[in-house]
């Protein structure tokens, strides 16, 4: 029954999470616990969660701050109504300025608590009038006043005073104990906290810290011992935390919107939206199929009469209207994750597989066994575009009908060494250390984990286990015998994982018709228009909230560029409509040539694509799911592929798997063979199996993991499956909780990484020149994929102010021209100047363009310095037109022309290169290592000759370093992709060989790097480095690479 | 030629290789200040500069080019020992020269009477091989293009001074270098080259002058070097003395001489230095703060008697020496409100008294903490204007006044626990006894768990004579009687 509770989701306000303090509460034997953190409803989620886990009552409310007279005010909740205003209240206050009369707000069905903290001077006089505005805005029985004690001299007057003034004024006066952590060990934290919300090192906060550490959650008898003089007040909280208790999160009130008649615009019936479905459904299928099959027909039937009756015929409506939406304004998006098992899906055009061809399990979406609402995520083209949907969203369900789900930023290693080190007077120059030794361990040390891993999250989080902390901060510079080392130690564990900010989900979106702000408050996000809620993603999963997921993805934007072009060039491309069996298609991910495409670029990826030699679209699905950290650290990646050779007898863990993993040749490579797996071995049912996918995505906690990980074990045993049968699935299931990929989610994938290695070979100019115009995405800097693009016969122009437009253009088949995009620091208003400008008569010469474009003095220079003014007749080259160009000239009838005299050398071709490289981060001129090359007389390898190399034959080669890697997966090894002019040449670097010649690889752009020559299987050669040097290119390009991400 | 300019390479580093005697072929360079892992090189020698490291690099990227690489960190007192070397080595060739910078020196040599300017480099740069510092001597017909030519390592030719390094050398002006070095120049001859007229419109009037300077069109005059006024005297005893008398005697003439120098000057002085030599070899040095700059010997000799007064002679004295650190004399007057010291030094030399007698830490303004601690003060120095630290407000919550104790009493009490704390019962030493009447408390208190945390519990009672007293115990079982209400 403690009433004022307040979690670490008070932001600095409180040092305990809301689960913490609701087991604490329970172990105490509280039967309730109202959380009222400031501002909001953060931990009110959370603590509901564990309360139904610890079986007490978790009340909800809030600490309000600086409202009218009022210091802090809390405010209970005792009925839906209650939490509904309250809800509309915060959000007011949070998104509206100048919100201060409380008052003028409906606060029925809630209850205040009128506190000594809440006034800054608690005076007799003050609190009389305080608790007579409270009464006459809330009225008699929904006021109260608190007593506090604290062990502070000055508390017995004021809970005397306050008793009186309950007295008078006929108020219940109740017992709190108002603590802000769980455990009396927490105080540190708490004055920790206090001192960062004060801007405060420990030493100087004096007295803004607490007297004492009494404000730790207390029994229930422990507080009515304190309270011993006050027994009604006792009896009273009871009695008020049973009155709050009939509320709880459970009856929040959310209902999904329904979707409206778009020809009247009233809400559709349930039965009005199952029709109007039912109507979507078939024109879809009629359009994707000529003739329906048996199977189709009654898997759509299945699938609808499934929807029906869970009652989500609405949220597929609503899912369809924003997808068509997008296409209606030209956007391309694609459903991804189990969405793909649904036909209906593939019907009303949210995704693009059908998976009845597919054969995939409509169960793994929907399932009449569990309750849980549908998850479908869709991919928009990362930007202005995915921008414009969400922008429809929230204006087609204003005001306040819907937001983005909100991040909770926890404090990590770094940002925990920070903050607590700084509270403790270390100085900045420790914590920096700090940071770059946490960051260049990144990577852990396998040999140092445990042979036998847990199942635990907590593994994979960098910084706690996998670096040695107190080391660690030794040798950041504070040595284990400072006095203040254990302070600091104790602190970091105990800020940990602690919420530090709500930041926005990537994508998450939840909507409600009625205004989302009566069911979860709402507060501005940090990008203008858009509103997040005050809970995660599982936080309303929890409750029953459901979200939608636009995402980003780069390659929809880039495809899309691309896809326009093709149109615009009289040449469209139909993605639904390209032949799924192109046979160059399938050469080029044969021969790894896979630059610039979706998901199979990485190294990795193109290492074994030669050994996969996919020849059908199913065959991308399972390369893009094998290349990932689950099945890389559950050791699945080389039994499937010596499976797939013929290498290795196709075998099944256990003969029942066999229908189940026979497309993967016995290896459990997707999520949904995991969860039939576990059905068939161990008898699952459709609920625990979902509760076990749950499991394996759910980040938060290991819990849940270990809870069914116990139950499947427990069932295996009792259906005496073999002990190594059951170790094999658990590992299984092990690697999958880290990073599973569901069969769906693969096929989705898939269809975009198809198209866009078909746009690479049948339409190479769009497709580069979409890439180049959608930057920074995927693996490979600009300068790379031009490079690339150049081996495809595609090559570029260099930015002119005659002919370039904003973005990157396609001249024709074989050539691009370099948009303004490219030139940093030249804005975008001159960038359409220019084009504007030339659009209405071309420049007559250089002063024409200056007068009419007017560009200022940096942008004259970065123009001129790229060769963009180069196309003038009267500029010989880039230096004559930066002579020239820094003077604007003068708009007068009688000047006279400047002379024509040459006063600048021209630029070398090296130093064209090294501007290039400044100004755009990429050239269109010859590869830097040309020009390297020139200048040497050393018989060096290419990526291109080691091709026709023997295995084991020693070498020496150089290159620009494009990628740098050291995956988690990778025992400590590095691999490096070196560009030359030829192509992109693989290094493998042993563990000891780069911490050997760290430096050089982490802070060198080009290497001379001496091996000797590895052909693995499909024939790739990789260079097994034995030893690294810097190359010595004049000059110090500014080169950009892709390191260890 | 009529100027020459000696510019000594690199000095900061240069000479930390002298010191060390690092071999002119081992690539070094010197460190920035601040940390190692993201400090960048500020200097290299020859050796590095060969192997593609240059100033402006990260360490880490030195290191990466060469493992080898020696870092330096900065060293001040090297640095300034080299330069005062450096200096005196430039008095001995003429009387009258401007100290450019700290490693160049601008010589006007058509005063001097040579036989050849040729022969007088060579020699200059012999002469001076016993510094071990690389020297470079640049000849021009203004100071600046000496000092331009002297700043060319291996080719003193002014114009073929390269821009980074003339960027480098923060002497002349260089704005616009980026754009320069877009416009692909190198040298000051590629400068000079372009029209000073275009250059002028474009880049403006300063990059006109260098362009003047590179031509030869702009002449300065040199600011001469004057060393700087000492004013320190040392006196020795023969044979040693064994009182303060003697040299008090000593003392009262040299401060005389050395305030009339100050006076001539336009200086006072606020601090100074005392520095007495023992016969058994043992030494007193101190440094003597006065409140306010003077130019009084009497004051000063008061100050230095008053300390010697404190001065425990370990043996005979052998000799001393004094010197007054110069600073601008004070002009200001009283005003009419102001309440000052009449006399700010003889207050300091009252305070010295006092702290000699009391001993060090103990005399000074108390102020209280901002601190839960009871009893928290500290002491801040008393100035002469009695300034303490900003307190905030401390609100009792009792209007009972409060005798406190200081220090507390420490008593016996009978006492019992319950539940976390101990609960007093009866006084049984101390200056009040008897069983207890009636409590309030605890009032638990606790802080700095950081550091050396403290923790006790305060009790008010009230004894059976009704006296009501404030006790505070301290676990793990003292008790302190801290005050009597009323």
Known sequence: MELLAKSNFSFLRGASSPEALVRRAAELGHRSLALVDHMGFYGSARAHAEAQKVGIKAITG?????????????????????????????????????????????????????????????????????????????????VSLALFHHFRRGEDKTNRLLRDLGEFLKIPVVASNSPTYSHRSDRLLADAFTCLREHKTLDDAGRLLECNGERFLKSPEVIHNLFTGYPQEFHNAKMLSEECSDFSLENLGYRFPSYRNPDTGELFTDREQCEYLRLIVKKGLSKKFRKLSEKHSQQIDK???????????????????????????????????????????????????DPVESGLLFERFLSENRQSWPDIDIDFPSGDRRESVIQYVYQKYAPRGAAMTANVITYKPRSAFREMSKILGFPESIANRFTDLCASPKVHDASREPASAELSMSNYYPGDK?????????????????????????????????????????????????????????????????????????????????????????????????????????????????????????????????VGTFQVES???????????????????????????????????????????????????????????????????????????????????????????????????????????????????????????????????????????????????????????????????????????????????????????????????????????????????????????????????????????????????????????????????????????????????????????????????????????????????????????????????????????????????????????????????AGLVICRQRPGTAKGHCFISLEDEYGIANLFIPRKTFHEYKRIITSESFLLVQGRLQITEGRQPTVYVTSIQPLGVSGDLVTVSHDFH | MNYAALHFHDLPLSCLLARDGTSPDQPAALLSTGEREKSHLVAVNLAARQLGIHPGLRTTRGLARCADLLLLDPDPATEKSAQAETLAFVETLVPDFELTTAETFLLDLSTMLMASVNDWTAQ???????????????????????????????????????????????????????????????????????????????????????????????????????????????????????????????????????????????????????????????AHARKLILSEPTLSPDVLLRSLHTHLDLVKAPAPMGGFHLELIPTLPRHAQHQLF???????????????????????????????????????????????????????????????????????????????????????????????????????????????????????????????????????????KKWNLTGIYG
């Open chain 2, 124 to 282: 200059t740069i012999a002469s001076a091989s016993y510094l071990v510092l690389p020297l470079q001597i640049g000849l021009g017909s203004t100071p600046d293009l000496a000092h331009l030519a002297s700043l060319c390592p291996h080719q003193p030719n002014p114009l073929s001074l390269n821009l980074a390094d003339l960027a480098l050398a923060k002497t002349f002006p260089l704005p616009h270098a980026h754009v320069l070095q877009l416009w692909g120049l190198q040298t000051l001859t590629d400068l000079a080259k372009l029209p000073r007229q275009g250059l002028a419109e474009r880049l403006g009037s300063e990059l006109a002058q260098l362009h003047d300077i590179a031509h030869g069109k702009r002449h300065r005059l040199l600011k001469l070097y004057r060393a700087k006024a000492h004013y320190r005297v040392t006196h020795s005893f023969e044979p040693p003395v064994d009182s303060h008398e003697p040299l008090l005697f000593m003392a009262k003439r040299l401060l005389q001489t050395l305030c009339n120098r100050l006076n001539h000057h336009q200086r006072a002085t606020a601090e100074l230095l005392l520095t007495l030599a023992f016969e058994n070899g043992a």
């Open chain 1, 603 to 957: 190294r990795a990826q193109m290492a074994t694509l030669p050994i996969m030699q996919p020849r059908k679209f199913y065959d991308i699905a399972v390369e893009i799911a094998i290349i990932r950290p689950g099945p890389i650290v559950g050791d699945l990646v080389h039994p499937y592929l010596n499976r797939r050779t013929g290498r290795e007898h196709i075998e099944y863990i256990h003969p029942d798997f066999e229908p189940i993993l026979k497309r993967t040749l016995g290896v459990p490579l997707f999520q949904e063979q995991v969860l039939r797996m576990a059905m068939v071995i161990a008898g699952f049912t459709g609920v625990e199996a979902d509760f076990l996918r749950q499991a394996m995505s759910f980040k938060r906690s290991d819990e849940r993991m270990n809870a069914i990980v116990s139950r499947l074990k427990t069932r295996m045993a009792e259906r005496n499956v073999d002990l190594e049968v059951q170790q094999r699935i658990i590992a299984a299931i092990g690697s999958f909780a880290l990073y599973g990929f569901p069969e769906s989610h693969a096929i989705s994938f898939a269809l975009i990484t198809y198209a866009s290695c078909w746009l690479k070979v049948h339409r190479p100019a769009e497709f580069y020149c979409g890439l180049i115009n959608n930057q920074p995405m995927g693996f490979y800097s600009v300068n790379t994929l031009m490079q690339d693009a150049k081996r495809h016969g595609v090559r570029t122009k260099p930015i002119s102010v005659w002919y370039s437009m904003i973005t990157t253009d396609v001249i024709d088949d074989h050539l691009l021209r370099l948009g303004f995009h490219r030139l940093k620091g030249l804005h975008q208003n001159t960038a359409e100047r220019i084009v504007e400008e030339r659009s209405k008569s071309t420049f007559s010469s250089l002063d024409d363009f200056l007068l009419r474009v007017r560009p200022n003095v940096k942008e004259r220079r970065l123009l001129a310095a790229a060769g963009a003014l180069n196309d003038f007749p009267e500029i010989e080259h880039r230096r004559d037109a930066l002579w020239r160009a820094e003077q604007l000239p003068i708009d007068d009838l009688f000047a006279t022309p400047s002379a024509k005299e040459q006063v600048l050398e021209m630029m070398t071709p090296g130093e064209r290169l090294n501007t290039d490289f400044a100004l755009q981060g990429s050239t269109t001129g010859p590869h830097p290592m040309r020009f390297w090359r020139c200048e040497q007389d050393l018989d060096l390898a290419t990526s291109v000759s080691l091709f026709e190399m023997p295995h084991g034959k020693p070498l020496v080669i």
């Open chain 1, 466 to 594: 996998v670096m040695e902390l107190a080391g660690t901060i030794e040798r950041s510079g504070i040595p284990p015998s400072h006095p203040r080392f254990e302070p600091l130690l104790k602190l970091y564990h105990a800020v940990l994982h602690c919420p530090r900010h709500l930041g926005q989900h990537s994508g998450g979106m939840v909507f409600c018709d009625d205004g989302l702000d009566h069911v979860v408050p709402l507060q501005p996000a940090a990008m203008e228009n858009r509103t997040v809620l005050q809970w995660d993603k599982d936080d309303c999963e929890d409750l029953g909230i459901v979200k939608v997921d636009l995402l980003g993805l780069g390659m929809l934007a880039a495809m899309e560029d691309a896809l326009k072009i093709c149109e615009r060039r009289g040449r469209p491309v139909n993605l639904a409509k390209i032949p799924k069996d192109d046979p160059a298609t399938y050469d080029l991910l044969c021969r790894a040539d896979t």
């Open chain 1, 62 to 142: 809030t600490t309000l701050e600086s409202i009218s007279e009022f210091h802090n005010l809390t405010i209970l909740n005792k009925s839906r109504a209650g939490y509904q205003n309250l809800s509309r209240l915060l959000t007011s206050l949070h998104c509206e300025q100048g919100v201060n009369n409380f008052f003028s707000h409906d606060l029925s069905g809630n209850h205040a608590i009128l506190t000594p903290e809440s006034l800054l001077n608690p005076t007799k006089a003050n609190l009389l009038r305080a608790a007579k505005t409270l009464l006459r805005h809330l009225g008699p029985g929904n």
């Open chain 1, 303 to 353: 699938e609808l009469l499934t929807i029906f009756n869970l009652g989500f015929s609405g949220y597929f409506l609503i899912v369809w209207d924003l997808v068509r939406f997008a296409r209606s304004q030209g956007i391309l998006c694609q459903g991804r994750g189990s969405a793909a098992n649904s036909l209906v899906c593939y019907a009303i055009g949210v995704t693009s597989v």
């Open chain 2, 338 to 476: 102001q309440r000052g010291l009449k006399d700010p030094n003889e207050f300091a030399d009252t305070l010295r008294r006092l702290s000699a007698i009391v001993g060090p830490g103990r005399l000074g303004i108390p102020h209280q903490l901002d601190s839960h601690r009871p009893d928290a003060i500290a002491l801040s120095p008393i100035t002469p204007d009695f300034q303490t630290p900003p307190v905030p407000e401390i609100h009792p919550v009792s209007h009972l006044p409060l005798k406190r104790q200081r220090p507390p009493i420490p008593i016996n009490v009978a006492s019992e626990k319950r539940g976390r704390y101990q609960y007093p019962l009866a006084l049984l030493t101390g200056p009040h006894q008897g069983p207890i009447r009636k409590t309030r408390g605890p009032f638990p208190l606790s802080g700095s768990w950081w550091e050396n945390g403290w923790k006790e519990a305060q009790w008010d009672i009230e004894l059976d004579d009704s006296l009501l007293i404030q006790l505070s115990f301290l676990p793990p």
